[in-house]
């Protein structure tokens, strides 16, 4: 199986950065925030794909919970390892999660769109996950109106980064990323969406470049919380091992 950014040949000019997704925000419509906001505190924690571990280390700090990652690239692994998260070097297996399961909750924060069955490793992780526990996700919404715009305009263009990475192999919109779970057996607690407003096409297409930066956040955040398919950067979702007698949540 090779590295997602092995993706890319012939499609971009050269392999994106492997350390391009490094940063960390702390504003509560972005994806860390989100993510660690469906996960109870003091949880058994597993991040499948944890990257340089910007996003694990928010979402250990948040939940104070027990975790675990295990991320296929080794500069990503060892850059999350420097930030003292237990990191392992790897993909997924059946002998990883015999070895360290089960977990309450399994993260797959925008990883699962790079993957060419992503329903095999979903059902997976699923064998790991205690009663009622949620895989909690994140996945690039195709949807969204850069990405409407530019296909009205004939263009579907690949970047080295953002929702059109050219390592994304899977395409999901709001509707699409609700049915992939619940067509693996779980039932949907929470579906939001993130903002995002350091997408580099907020500073480059009118009328968002016009803007202040406080003006534009404020902006986007509304439009993405009342239109979340259209303006929302990612879907962040929980999917849930059914229990009896409970009942869905489903967030704006």
């Known amino acids: 199986m090779l590295g997602t950014d092995d993706h890319s040949p012939g499609i971009l000019t050269r392999a994106p950065e492997a350390l391009r997704y490094e940063s960390q925000s702390h504003?509560?419509?972005d994806v860390g925030m989100k993510l660690a906001s469906l996960i109870a505190p003091h949880s058994r924690i597993l991040d499948v794909g944890s990257g340089t571990g910007s996003v694990t280390?928010?979402?250990?700090?948040?939940?104070?919970?027990?975790l675990v990652g295990i991320e296929p690239n080794p500069e990503r692994a060892a850059a999350a390892r420097a930030r003292g998260?237990?990191?392992?070097?790897?993909?997924?297996?059946e002998e990883f999660l015999q070895a360290?399961?089960?977990?309450?909750f399994i993260i797959f924060a925008d990883v699962l769109e790079h993957l060419p069955n992503p329903g095999e490793m979903v059902l997976l992780a699923k064998t790991s996950l205690t009663p009622g526990g949620s895989i909690v996700a994140s996945v690039p919404n195709v949807a969204h109106w850069f990405v409407r715009v530019d296909i009205l305009r004939g263009h579907f263009d690949y970047q080295d980064c953002g929702i059109m990475d050219a390592t994304h192999l899977r395409?999901?919109?709001?509707k699409t990323i609700a049915e992939f779970f619940e067509r693996l057996g779980f039932r949907i607690t929470a579906l939001d969406c993130t903002v995002n407003i350091d997408l580099p096409d907020y500073y480059r297409r009118a009328p968002w470049r016009w803007l202040k930066p406080r003006r534009r956040r404020q902006l986007a955040g509304a439009l993405a919380k009342k239109f979340p398919g259209l303006f929302g950067c990612q879907h962040i979702i929980r999917a849930t091992l059914p229990e009896r007698g409970s009942k869905d949540v489903r967030l704006a």
């Open 27 to 29: 504003d509560p419509d």
């Open 57 to 66: 280390e928010l979402i250990q700090s948040r939940t104070q919970g027990s």
């Open 85 to 93: 998260l237990k990191i392992f070097d790897g993909f997924l297996s």
């Open 100 to 104: 360290h399961g089960p977990f309450d």
């Open 171 to 174: 395409w999901f919109t709001r």
